[in-house]
């Protein structure tokens, strides 16, 4: 016998409440791990020995372009930053490539650990190893080379670890050494 009777339908789909308690668990998880997703103390060393040797073979490739007057590369004495400036000018570091021109302070080519570019990478320590008081410069000539007859090595260090980066004399190739 057929009913004529409607049948009841089950909801097919989620309450706003529903909605909102989803959301709400989800950004208590959020709030819990987020912290736990920083970078650790390696990942930190393994990313400034990166952005270093980076901003190392820029300056090799600026210094081939312009060999008069070549980029060099500042270890600041207090051990937390460094810069790319022309030779002619070192105190003064070099302009970033498609620097904006309504705060061009703000693109120097000046890494300091712990602000800027490198904000994440606080606590992180260098060092130009072999040079008066770990500071120092380093140039490269018309060919890529370093301007000095020895390998030069950076070290950058924090509280459990440490990296280093090391340029061959004879070719200026840049590579990331333990």
Known sequence: MISNRPRSRAPRGLTIIDV??????MAIVTAIALPALGPNDSLKLVS????LASDLEYAQSESIASPSDPV???VDAAGDQYWLARASAPDTPIMRPLSSEAD?????YLTEYGDGRAIFLDGIEIELLGADGGSGDL???????LDRLSNADIRLSNES????VRISASTG???IVE
């Open 20 to 25: 909102m308690i989803t959301l709400s668990v």
């Open 48 to 51: 400034a020995a990166t952005i």
């Open 72 to 74: 060099l590369v500042r």
């Open 104 to 108: 061009p302070s703000s693109d120097a």
């Open 139 to 145: 140039q490269f000539d018309a060919f890529g080379r």
């Open 161 to 164: 670890d440490g990296l280093s």
């Open 173 to 175: 190739a840049v590579s």
